[in-house]
């Protein structure tokens, strides 16, 4: 991603499309020479850098100080590079893409994340663990099915970019204001070669559809529409770190912790989720620039005013270098982390005996009980057990209480199998199982022969 957005990237591509550009004006009859192209092939990489930041200096015109750079190494062709063109045909044509590959890079490192997640959550799909809701313990779900709902999200993202990848247009050759007017002079108002060049130029640059209308730019709605899709990995990343944080609180999963890592200058004990806390904060960075794309769209004035520019040469790197460092991070941590089965157990015995009344009620009921005799006393014995748990600071004995009490003398021998975890997740495991199945495993698929074989390094 770092080279995508590069110096080195954005003005090769500019020559590249100088190049591909002369070469269909050649093809539809502009007396363009072969060994002007040549010239212009051979020289794609051969920047002088500082020639061009003096041509800069002095031209104060980004576009046009790299015209001369490239004219003076291929000196033969200087006289039509940029012919007919305006600085949009590089700078928009080059942002476009830009934005598809590294929409490509993202959809990769995603859908490798998902992969990993996937992993996650078959082998603990059948873990019981506390559920939450307002952070209050709730019903039971299960390690696996909590990692599905990380999942989904992260499928969402992968979906939502190829989509946007996927229709992703290209600007083309459409001249300062958009009506093509230099390129209908330079065919001398043949327009069928004013479109085909378009054409040619669209598919030389490996794009399968163009815009039909522009300004002097393409539509900056497109930019708005990019980042929107790229910020959303941004929530997804820090709803999973926030819930990773939170855990790793619980002491029941922890993000990896490497054997010499320090988690507090002053605590030696402490072992802070760093990586998810670097996470949350760089997420937090990337949904905020969901609002510039749009207000950069919202001021422009007519075809185009410049005021775009420099707002987007810092928003769009910055949210897509953020969106790749955030997946590696997170990949790294989905690949490490570290589960405490008997801690999640522990809680989860803290809460069940609570949750598992109108369990123990059914079956006393089935066993000849009075429905409401044996809701009261289980009301009672759950005040006082709850009394031993908050205001003395005691483990949860209601269990302890039923098996002590002869009332419930008929359920006692059955008393373990009524409060076995496993009875209160439901369908989770099934849950996790069509899930990966119908939507996660297809959605990879196509992905697969791209992921990288070792997890990601993280140096800091």
């Not at 997640?117 to 209050?136: M, N, R, V, W």
Request: charged share 25%.
């Amino acid at each position: 991603m770092s080279f995508v957005f590069s110096d080195r990237n954005k003005f090769e591509t500019w020559r590249k499309l100088w190049t591909l550009l002369a070469e269909s004006e050649q093809q539809l009859g502009l007396s363009i020479t072969d060994e002007q192209l040549k010239e212009m092939r051979d020289n794609i990489s051969n920047i002088d850098w500082e020639r061009a930041a003096e041509e800069e200096k002095a031209r104060r015109h980004d576009v046009m100080a790299h015209v001369h750079t490239f004219g003076a190494a291929a000196p033969k062709a200087a006289p039509i590079i940029h012919l007919g063109a305006t600085s949009c045909f590089v700078g928009d044509n080059t942002d476009l893409i830009v934005m598809r590959d590294g929409l490509k890079i993202l959809c990769r490192k995603l859908a490798q994340c998902c992969n990993s997640l996937a992993d996650f959550a078959l082998e603990h799909k059948s873990i019981p663990q506390l559920g939450y809701t307002h952070f209050q313990p709730a019903q039971l779900t299960t390690l696996g099915k909590r990692a599905c709902l990380w999942l989904q999200d992260l499928l969402i993202d992968l979906k939502q970019l190829k989509v946007t990848s996927d229709e992703l247009r290209f600007r083309g050759v459409k001249g300062t204001t958009g009506t093509q007017a230099s390129f209908l002079e330079l065919f001398n108002g043949d327009h069928e070669k004013v479109e085909e060049l378009d054409k040619l130029v669209t598919c030389k640059a490996g794009f399968t559809s163009k815009f039909t209308i522009t300004g002097q730019t393409y539509t900056r709605k497109i930019d708005s529409i990019v980042i929107n899709a790229v910020a959303g990995v941004g929530s997804t990343i820090n709803k999973f770190c926030t819930d990773v944080r939170l855990l790793a609180s619980l002491k029941e999963l922890e993000e990896p912790f490497a054997q010499k890592q320090i988690g507090s200058s002053a605590m030696p004990y402490k072992r802070n989720p760093m990586r998810s806390e670097r996470c949350c904060s760089l997420a937090r960075h990337l949904m905020s620039l969901t609002a510039s794309p749009m207000n950069t769209h919202a001021n422009q004035w007519f075809e185009r005013t410049l005021d775009d520019s420099a707002n987007r040469r810092v928003v769009l790197a910055e949210a897509f270098l953020t969106a790749d460092i955030l997946l590696n991070t997170a990949q790294n941590i989905m690949q490490g982390m570290v589960v405490y089965p008997k801690v999640i157990e522990k809680h989860i015995l803290e809460e069940l005996p609570f949750m598992a009344t109108e369990n123990l009620l059914m079956s006393m009921v089935k066993a000849g009980a009075d429905r409401q005799e044996c809701h009261e006393k289980l009301r009672v014995l759950s005040v006082e057990a709850g009394k031993q748990v908050k205001e003395l600071g005691k483990s949860n004995d209601m269990l302890e209480r039923i098996r002590a009490n002869e009332y419930f003398a008929p359920i006692h021998d059955g008393l373990g199998d009524i409060v076995n975890p496993s009875n209160f997740i439901g369908r989770a495991p099934q849950q996790v199982e069509k899930f990966l199945q119908e939507e996660v495993y297809p959605a990879i698929e196509p992905f697969k022969s791209t992921f990288d074989k070792e997890c990601p390094k993280l140096n800091v």
